[in-house]
């Protein structure tokens, strides 16, 4: 959590930054500020300005206003936008953090654990340390050093030794007007030079309007970037040659594009992310090809249990990848919240292949259950959207979903593109095994080329989930309901409504509301529920009767066409059918589309709904 940005060089300016952080404020919106040194000040003796402002979503645009007082000529500059952890989002506690002497200015991402400890130790050293964030220690911790005689980098470097947790952090120093100092622990960091600038930031959406060249920091590499030129050192001082990637998403597909907000437009973008993801990997006689699994062939067929570990949305994907690997591939599958996986001294061995889900590539749970599944001899797989992330970098395979630069903080198109992705992997993994005779390998690959189609058909039926949403929208408590690939649905539709309209949302297998949620069923509930034509469609409507009779108004993601259904419910979301292992993908649909309108008729921003962020890299 946290978006953090630097600069220096020709193209040094704050409005650089506040445009690079309006592109990292999906990451964190309790506050945001800059700082920048200033190149035609003393160095001996100036000190870096700095603006911060803790106005919610408004802040950058207060820090826009106060940019006037800026220096007229910025040397080096960081920016940061804030996703509280250690303290309350308040201006005092909103980074960029300075030192005693004003010189030093830090941003972070992430948490240093053992902050209290370092701070009481620089309290007694003489520091005052103004705010209650675990990121001030960073600032005075440099100072110390730049003291003892070191320059900004080798200040960095030899902080890094007492600092605990996940970082990463970029730092400016007067002293040194033109160089931006980046270091990092787990949280992402990406450096890019030109001839004239250097770009240091959290995501490459934020490097792109600079240069398409940029790498990845690695664990515990300090990296002194000036214009033109950048100095990387790992943990022994050893210097490191970075190899910069080009990179091909275009700042456009990370702007709104006349939406009226990001999630509109990723919505929207769902056919498209569906269709690039099967592309090239499924085609329609059955063949199956995952070019970055790096894992071949033998090494599937050795594979005795997959486990899919990931958090919020990506955990449902895991959940629908579990039904298609043992309905397909017929190896025993679990999928796992990764902050229980990861402590819960889980048995995984060289027979388990774990497929850690992550969008982003970053969440921190789900990138140290990758590291613990590792550590206990299980090979790893990372399925994400972002190229070259940490989790990518680690994990022995990748998954790549293409569904492109997802900014809205409720994950939609990605999603839709890992759920494809998990079903593709399963395919494959069927395939290859010899589990699926090749008719149904061939009809499974239909089903999928044929889930663009049926997305945009239920695109097309977006104001008919809107007029649901709206008549529902003053309700406030609402169950999801589902039976096999009916419930990850549920629970996906579950969570779309609390994080986007702060609605009380629960989500249970069908069968399960006699052993005891029933009990909160009275009139004014309204249960959603996943009723399209499943062998287990009679069961499903024999629960809709059940809360029906205790009155509840029951909405149905129904076939379309289905008028049996929709006799025995109040309202109906009509989903093009498909078939049942991939009718997730679909039946997701109409719930995105009713949590947003609900969220809308309350005034909430969808993009940015309260609390959270995108990326979630603290525990
Ligand atoms: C869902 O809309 C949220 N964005 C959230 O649950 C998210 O899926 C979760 O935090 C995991 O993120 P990741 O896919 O980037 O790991």
């Known amino acids: 959590m946290c978006g953090i940005i630097g600069v220096t060089g020709d193209e040094a300016s704050c409005e650089l930054l506040l445009a690079g952080l309006e592109l990292l404020e999906y990451r964190g919106y309790d506050s945001a500020g800059i700082a920048a040194t200033d190149r035609s000040a003393d160095p001996a003796t100036s000190v870096v300005w700095r603006e911060r402002a803790a106005e919610h979503a408004g802040s950058i645009d207060h820090l826009r206003g106060r940019a006037g007082s800026a220096p007229a000529s910025i040397g080096a500059a960081v920016g940061h936008t804030r996703w509280a952890t250690h303290g309350p989002p308040t201006e005092v506690n909103a980074h960029p953090h300075l030192d005693c002497t004003g010189r030093i200015a830090v941003v972070h991402n992430g948490i240093i654990e053992n902050y209290r400890d370092l701070g009481a130790g620089l309290a007694v050293r003489g520091h005052l340390l103004v705010s209650a964030t675990d990121t001030e220690v960073l600032a005075h911790l440099a100072e110390e050093q730049v003291a003892a005689g070191a320059t900004l980098a080798e200040a960095v470097a030899l902080c890094l030794g007492s600092l605990r947790g996940d970082f990463a952090l970029a730092m400016i120093h007067a002293a040194e007007p033109e160089v931006v100092v980046v270091a990092r622990r787990t949280s992402p960091l990406i450096v890019g030079v030109t001839a004239t600038t250097g770009i240091v930031c959290s995501d490459v959406a934020a490097a792109l309007a600079t240069t398409r060249q940029l790498f990845a920091l690695d664990d515990d590499q300090v990296a002194e970037v000036r214009p033109g030129s950048v100095v990387v050192r790992d943990r022994t001082g050893a210097r490191v040659e970075p190899e910069p990637v080009a990179v091909s998403w275009s700042v456009q ?216 949403g709206r008549r529902f929208a003053a309700c406030e408590n609402f169950y999801f309901l589902g039976r096999r690939a009916g419930l990850p649905v549920a629970l996906e539709g579950a969570l779309k409504l609390k994080e986007l309209a702060y609605v009380r949302a629960e989500a249970y297998p069908a069968g399960e509301m006699k052993h005891g949620p029933i009990s909160l069923i009275e009139p004014g509930a309204v249960v959603v529920v996943v009723a399209t034509r499943t062998p287990l469609w009679e069961k499903v409507m024999a629960n809709v009767e059940e809360m029906r009779a205790r009155g509840a108004a029951v909405v149905a993601v129904a076939d379309a066409g289905d008028e049996e259904t929709a006799r025995l419910v109040d309202a109906v979301l009509e989903v093009p059918h498909v078939a049942e292992i991939c009718s997730p993908v679909v039946n997701v649909v109409p719930l995105q589309v009713l949590a947003y309108t609900i969220a809308r008729a309350r005034g909430n921003d969808v993009d940015r709904p309260r609390n959270l962020a995108k990326v979630v890299t603290v525990e």
Request: proline fraction near 2%; glycine fraction near 8%; include cysteine.
């Open 253 to 468: 597909r990370a702007l709104k594009g006349g939406y009226p907000d990001f999630m509109s437009k990723e919505m929207h973008e769902q056919p498209r992310a569906v269709g690039d993801t099967l592309l090239g990997r499924v085609q329609a006689d059955g063949t199956t090809e995952i070019e970055e699994l790096v894992l071949g062939d033998d090494e599937l067929r050795r594979v005795r249990r997959v486990v899919f570990a990931a958090c919020g949305t990506s955990y449902h994907a895991g959940l629908v990848g579990r039904q298609a690997v043992e309905r397909w591939a017929r190896v025993v599958a679990d999928a796992e919240v990764s902050s229980e996986l990861r402590y819960r001294e889980p048995v995984l061995d060289e027979g388990t292949l774990v497929v850690a889900i992550s969008q982003s590539g970053e969440t921190v749970d789900s990138l140290h259950a990758m590291r613990e599944a590792r550590r206990r001899g299980a090979r790893v797989v990372a399925l994400t959207n972002v190229v070259d992330s940490v989790m990518a970098r680690e994990a022995d395979g990748v998954l790549y979903t293409r569904a492109g630069p997802e900014i809205g903080v409720a994950s939609t198109k990605s999603h839709l593109a890992q759920l494809v992705m998990v079903e593709v992997f399963a395919l494959h993994l069927a395939r290859v095994g010899g589990r699926l005779d090749q008719g149904a390998v061939v009809s499974v690959a239909g089903d999928l080329l044929d889930l663009p189609v049926a997305l945009e058909d239920a695109l097309d039926r977006r104001a008919t989930y809107e007029a649901v």
